[in-house]
């Protein structure tokens, strides 16, 4: 499966982005799906991820309350509203499409080529 991110940008601190993530290539709803963030000199780590229905949901402790994952299966789309906005949530965020939801970002097996988003303080 192919993964296009895209939403990223510049935005000042208490602010919202939403990102999309669109699949092509093979059926989508067979995939769970995760989102990373990845900022220089560090590894990828977890953000949020969704199953394949959409009913089951997980996030970084850092991000709960403040993000949400979504999916279209129909739109083959999955999207990330990211709401309260800090400075420390600046990096390259990264779809991911994997056969098992997890943590682990060596568990996903496709993914997108990351959308750049800075937060401003």
């Known amino acids: 499966v192919q993964l296009q991110a895209s939403g990223g940008g510049l935005v000042q601190a208490g602010g919202s982005l939403r990102l999309s993530c669109a699949a092509s290539?093979?059926?989508?709803?067979?995939?769970?799906m995760g989102w990373f963030r990845q900022v220089p000199g560090k590894e990828r780590a977890f953000v949020t991820g969704?199953?394949?229905?959409?009913?089951?949901?997980y996030y970084a402790d850092s991000m709960k309350g403040r993000f949400t994952i979504s999916r279209d299966n129909a739109k083959n789309t999955v999207f990330l509203q990211m709401n309260s906005l800090k400075p420390d949530d600046t990096g390259n965020y990264y779809c991911?499409?994997?056969?098992?939801?997890?943590?682990?970002?060596?568990?996903?097996?496709?993914w997108g080529q990351g959308t750049l988003v800075t937060v401003s303080s």
């Open positions: 991911a499409a994997g056969s098992a939801l997890s943590r682990k970002d060596y568990e996903y097996d496709f």
């Open positions: 290539g093979r059926t989508f709803s067979a995939y769970v």
């Open positions: 969704i199953s394949r229905g959409g009913s089951s949901t």
